[in-house]
């Protein structure tokens, strides 16, 4: 079996002295869309924080691309293509989004490409493109964020609830743009509470509860045993299941 892109191997993690991740084996294999599916508080974001080198594991490690996931090193990891776009859009809502789209180059041709690249893809930042990010609406700055997040050409994005308050067919639309990333190959791992939309574009899926992952499958899998009260309980659909 190949090496996946991401491996998770016996990670505990803990806020202060409270753990709240308890003992996580994961492997994310390079070019698959993995949807992690849990209620509020289920451990998903520790997760995608371990995973980016913004939080270290107390026992067990975390793998990206081969090499072991360290603390403080992210601008590193950025450089090797991992790319977390955070819960709450990751943009700077007091610069326009050309300026936003501008941070994530050195200047010069860099910004004419980086800009050319975002508004061939989402021809509405173009429209936008002297606006405030934050003046624009949810589903525009997630628009943005996933933009900002190209720019690095990632090989790895993580993206924490990409569907956080905005409505069913803004969600569908940004969700089409996840798919049409994975198709250049890109490694997408969707973080969310609610599972309609992300299973759809997932092949694979993950459901965590209490800081454990309780179910692990193909996407068909896992939405064929999710309860639809589950998520929103944090409870297990079954009998305790945990995956290792
Ligand atoms: N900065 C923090 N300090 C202390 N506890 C935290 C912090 N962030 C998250 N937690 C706790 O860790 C657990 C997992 O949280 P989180 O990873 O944010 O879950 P999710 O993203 O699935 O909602 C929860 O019990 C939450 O209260
Ligand atoms: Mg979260």
């Known amino acids: 079996m190949p090496e996946p ?25 390079e070019g698959v869309v993995t949807a992690v599916l849990g209620a509020n508080g289920a451990g998903k ?31 590193s990891l950025a450089r090797r293509g991992l790319c977390l776009i955070p819960e709450g859009r990751g943009v700077f809502p007091n610069l326009t989004v050309r300026e936003n789209l ?28 002297d606006q405030p990010a934050g003046t624009m609406s949810g589903g ?57 939309t992300a299973l759809t574009v997932a092949s694979s899926a993950m459901v965590m509860a209490n800081g454990r992952i309780v179910q692990t499958g193909t996407a068909k899998d896992v939405e064929s045993v999710l309860h639809s009260a589950y998520l929103g309980t944090g409870q297990p659909p079954q009998a305790d299941s945990p995956a290792h």
């Open 5 to 29: 892109l991401l491996e998770f191997r016996g990670v505990r993690a803990a806020y202060e002295e409270v753990e709240v991740i308890h003992g996580i084996d994961a492997r994310f294999e």
């Open 45 to 75: 974001s520790t997760l995608l924080a371990l995973a980016a080198g913004i939080m270290a594991p107390s026992e067990g490690n975390v793998r990206f691309a081969g090499e072991e996931v360290r603390v403080g090193s992210t601008s």
């Open 102 to 129: 501008w941070v994530m180059t050195h200047g010069g041709s860099g910004r004419r490409h980086v800009e050319r690249c975002a508004f061939e893809r989402f021809p509405l930042l173009e429209e936008r493109r």
């Open 140 to 196: 525009e700055q997630q628009m943005l964020a996933l933009a900002r997040a190209m720019a690095t050409r990632p090989r790895l994005l993580l993206l924490d609830e990409l569907s956080m308050g905005l409505a069913p067919l803004v969600v569908d639309e940004l969700y089409k743009h996840v798919v049409h990333l994975a198709s250049e190959g890109i490694t997408v791992v969707v973080v969310e509470q609610f599972a309609r």
